[in-house]
């Protein structure tokens, strides 16, 4: 996780909440959380930078509606991302 962007993390985070999310869906509940309004020029391409990574798998609900899912490397670097942060930080339970 240490390659992507604050924005990226979270968008991993959001996804791997929910159920094969929408873009849409990823951009409602990031925009209800950090309470911003995210922009389609700024969430795509980031999603796509999860999806060549391998951390975010693309797929189609339709022709219209792509969804994604986290991968197993995603849902593994949300964990490794996790204890790196419960180990450095006095705030975080064990």
């Known amino acids: 996780m240490f390659g992507l962007t604050g924005f990226q993390r979270d968008l991993l985070v959001v996804a791997s909440g929910l159920e094969k999310p929408s873009g849409q869906e990823i951009k409602d509940q990031i925009q209800e959380t950090i309470e911003t309004e995210v922009k389609h020029g700024r969430l795509y391409p980031n999603l796509d930078t999860l ?44």
């Not at 964990?79 to 790196?84: I, N, T, V």
């Open 51 to 94: 999806v060549e990574r391998g951390l975010l798998e693309k797929g189609q609900h339709d022709r219209r509606t792509n969804y994604y899912q986290v991968t197993e490397k995603g849902s593994l670097t949300i964990q490794e991302q996790l204890e790196w942060m419960q180990s450095q930080s006095k705030a975080l339970p064990a």
